[in-house]
């Protein structure tokens, strides 16, 4: 983590850097975003998420959701009072998703973080057109790229 955060220093030195050695759980979330403008759910179990993204509405902080598993990936940016998260995974009763089955290939994650970090960005200027309200679905396999709204 502190290796991350001299890089980012090195990088761009007006940036302010808090690092935080804990994981994100149902009890400690509250106490870990308090303070952000904008989250980003980076998390590998579906429950973990849903909890994220419970925690951000009673916080009323937006929340921007990527996932992966093979060549496939998603993004999408909830507000408070939208469930956004809960639409998607209200089928799903696993700790894990598909990834469990296809792995993460190694290029696809830098591509969902990429297009959550344009999401942060325009959450953060207020400028752009986010994703609130649909989830874009990749498939680099096949190149396609799908927007589904919700």
Known sequence: MT?????????????????????????NGRELIEQVKVVADALD???????????????GIP??????????????????GEY???KIYSRYNHERG????LGNLSF???MIASIEVAEIVKVLLGEGSTLR???????????EFTEIAF
């Open 3 to 27: 290796v991350a955060a001299d890089r980012i220093k090195e990088i761009n030195p007006a940036v302010t850097i808090e690092p935080v050695q804990n994981a994100f759980t149902g009890k």
């Open 108 to 110: 696809v994650v830098p």
């Open 84 to 86: 956004t998260l809960q």
């Open 133 to 143: 309200g649909k989830m874009l679905s990749l498939n680099l396999l096949d190149m």
């Open 98 to 101: 598909i990834e469990k089955y």
């Open 63 to 80: 929340l921007v959701h990527g996932s992966v598993g093979g060549w496939y990936g998603q993004v999408t940016t909830q507000f408070p």
């Open 45 to 59: 179990s579906i429950p973990r998420r849903l909890e994220l993204a419970e925690v951000c509405d009673k916080c």
